[in-house]
């Protein structure tokens, strides 16, 4: 599977060389055969013999700065705000929702998640839920750690508050009750008042953790000598969530603009230094009605921050605030304001991380796009999954700007399994290759039947490959885990990892993924590598909303380039599909690969991966 992924993407000299050496890896006797033994008896042992690699791999072990480079941000609808008041009550609504969230997670009240769309009805694993608020991303010299505290725990009874870059602990449980709503709005309203005092005023500490990895670690390295510091840092680390009040950001509000701001805030000029970029759950709260949640990844996928924040919009709208009082007004404590020491030094280092930051906010080309033409109802009456379609179009439109095709990445959510997190499915498939040059070939003008034939080619490779990631089928988690294994038996690197070919197809040019929502709000985030795409989907109905994203300081790439050629080529698609109606041959191949794989699903996997239900 790995050879045909990659045949057609790289040069075919290389391509031999690659061949030779993963057939001798997988010689009867051979280097793949004992690793893949010791991963076999690594999944004996484990619940999921590729969760660790894969956390280490895909977020611990990773030394770019969180914001842009990992964490995914959803944006709210727009807020239409009367005052500054309004917001703090958004705010505080927005808190006892979190709250009543935080307490059905503790209490295991949230029902279990269903599969829905390909192989649907299979149960799935909750266990990224019970991360949402109790875990906090620890830079490391050389890895990070990924903290999980106790759900429930008596320490965890507070939030952090970011105002004008100053962090204020607001406790939520008062001689022993719980604060309601009013309460909330009242230590708001206080902390909003102490963050205006300018004679306080702290230095801007939340910079430090918009920084690369090792530089914040070395940054924290220095700040806990002192025992000011080492308090605060422990504060925040314990905390369920941060909710950073934004001022208004001067920008003109549209989807772009509210991305930009959620993923990296603008800079530190505007809010960028008012986020702790380590907490997994942050909520943004502007006065200028700019809304939504920017998240440390390492502990869950976008699909569960989907469902909780849909369910925190669904309480903001359904349950009008209840603002009672559970404590009267005079016995609630002063919000306490974090504490930090500084030396020249870590002035320094705070200069320091500002212009890395300012130097990613200038860099970030982003594009929102509503492409309205169409939506998945189109696409499924064609009897084409739509998340394939969107897939092969993004290939079509990766090919009209740069006459290739490149490793692609979509994640696919194994959470059939037990502490399952996603896969990768390949999506520039060789059917996605010959689709898309019978689509833009200009010398030889292929037929709409032709083209119409290609497509279907093109789905259903593309439906295959995603059924096989989600049951488990996929190769990119099996690679990892036999080169990690091969690691911790202290093997040199066999050959086909440090190969240039297994190089570069782990060099995602083009990193999507779908992120469907039920109520208004989008999921966003950056590339993966400095010439690359980030897209994140979300399919609608009656229309695909689009968040693209690459980098200016790459020649390779424009986001508004890549959108244009992107709704061309959602047009052209639609018009093929139109004139030709799907061939009768294609819809049988179509059902019977799905039953293939519907039957292959319900088998016992010949993968080590253990399912956990
Ligand atoms: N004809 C008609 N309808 C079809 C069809 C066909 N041939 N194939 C699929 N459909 C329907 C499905 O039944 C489904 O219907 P619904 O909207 O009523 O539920 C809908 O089209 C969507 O299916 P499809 O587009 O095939 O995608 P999917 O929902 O199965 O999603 C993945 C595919 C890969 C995105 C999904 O399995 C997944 O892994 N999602 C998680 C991704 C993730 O983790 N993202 C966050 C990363 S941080």
Same mark, same amino acid.
């Given at each position: ?364 080309? %982003? ?92 789905? +259903?490779?593309?439906? +295959? ?72 989907? +979300? ?8 968040? %693209? ?65």
């Amino acid at each position: 599977m790995y050879l045909t992924s990659i045949k057609h993407l790289v040069k075919e000299e290389q391509y031999r060389k690659t061949k030779s050496i993963v057939e001798k890896f997988g010689e009867p006797g051979g280097t793949g055969e004992l690793l893949q033994k010791k991963l076999l008896e690594k999944s004996d042992n484990t619940h999921n013999w590729v969760y660790d690699y894969w956390l280490d791999d895909m977020y611990l072990n990773q030394r770019l700065a969180l914001p842009v480079n990992s964490n995914p941000a959803m944006v709210f609808p727009k807020q239409d705000f009367r005052d500054h008041k309004d917001s703090l009550r958004f705010a505080a609504h927005l808190i006892t929702g979190v709250l009543e969230y935080k307490e059905r997670i503790d209490t295991r009240e949230l029902p279990v998640d269903f599969s829905r769309g390909q192989l649907a009805g299979t149960p799935l694993c909750m266990k990224q839920y019970y991360r949402l608020f109790n875990t906090y991303r620890l830079p490391g010299l050389k890895r990070d750690t990924l903290i999980i505290h106790e759900t429930g725990s008596t320490e965890q009874e507070h939030i952090i508050v970011a105002c004008k870059n100053q962090f204020f602990v607001l406790d939520l449980v008062v001689k022993e009750k719980k604060l309601k709503e009013m309460d909330i709005l009242t230590q708001l309203e206080k902390i909003v008042k102490m963050a205006e005092n300018s004679e306080e005023r702290q230095p801007p500490f939340g910079l430090l953790t918009s920084d690369g990895r090792t530089e914040w670690a070395q940054a924290r390295d220095v700040l806990i000598k002192d025992s000011v510091n080492r308090e605060s840092l422990a504060v925040i680390q314990k905390c369920l969530c941060v909710v950073c009040l934004d001022d208004p950001s001067g920008m003109e509000v549209g989807d772009t603009s509210r991305a930009l701001l959620m993923l990296h805030g603008g800079g530190h000029e505007k809010m960028g230094a008012n986020r702790w970029y380590d907490k997994p759950m942050q909520f943004v709260v502007g006065e200028d009605g700019v809304c939504g949640t920017v998240c440390e990844h390492s502990p869950f996928e976008g699909i569960v921050l989907v469902a909780c924040t849909e369910y925190l919009m669904k309480f903001m709208t359904g349950s009008p605030s209840k603002m009672g009082r559970a404590t009267s007004v005079s016995e609630l404590p002063t919000p306490r304001r974090l504490l930090w020491k500084t030396t020249p030094h870590i002035q320094g280092l705070l200069k320091a991380s500002a212009e890395r930051l300012q130097r990613l906010v200038r860099d970030l080309d %982003m594009d929102v796009h509503k492409f309205e033409v169409y939506g998945k109802e189109f696409i499924k009456k064609q009897k084409m999954s739509p998340d394939a379609y969107i897939q092969v179009a993004l290939q079509l439109a990766f090919y009209r700007c740069n006459g290739r095709l490149v490793s692609t990445y979509e994640s696919a959510s194994i959470r059939r399994f037990h502490e399952g997190r996603v896969d990768n499915i390949r999506s520039a498939t060789p059917e996605a290759l010959a689709f898309v040059k019978a689509m833009t070939d200009q010398k030889t003008s292929n037929s709409d039947s032709e083209k119409m034939k290609r497509l279907w080619d093109a789905i +259903n490779a593309q439906t +295959n490959s995603t059924i096989a990631a989600i049951t488990g089928m996929g190769i990119d988690n099996h690679l990892l885990g036999l080169r990690e294994i091969s690691q911790e038996i202290h093997m040199e690197v066999p050959e086909i990892f440090t190969d240039e070919t297994y190089v570069a197809s782990n060099q995602f040019i083009l990193s999507t993924s779908q992120v469907p929502t039920t109520v208004e709000m989008f999921c966003c985030y950056g590339p993966v590598v400095p010439n690359g795409y980030g897209c994140c989907y +979300n399919p609608q109905a009656d229309h695909l909303l689009f968040s %693209m994203t690459s980098f200016h300081g790459s020649t390779e790439t424009s986001s508004a380039v890549f959108i244009k050629a992107l709704d061309e080529g959602l047009v052209e698609m639609r018009d093929l599909c139109r004139k030709r109606n799907k061939p009768q041959s294609n819809t049988a191949a179509a059902s019977k690969a799905v039953e293939k794989s519907q039957g292959a699903g319900s088998k016992p996997l010949s993968t080590p991966q253990k399912t956990g239900k």
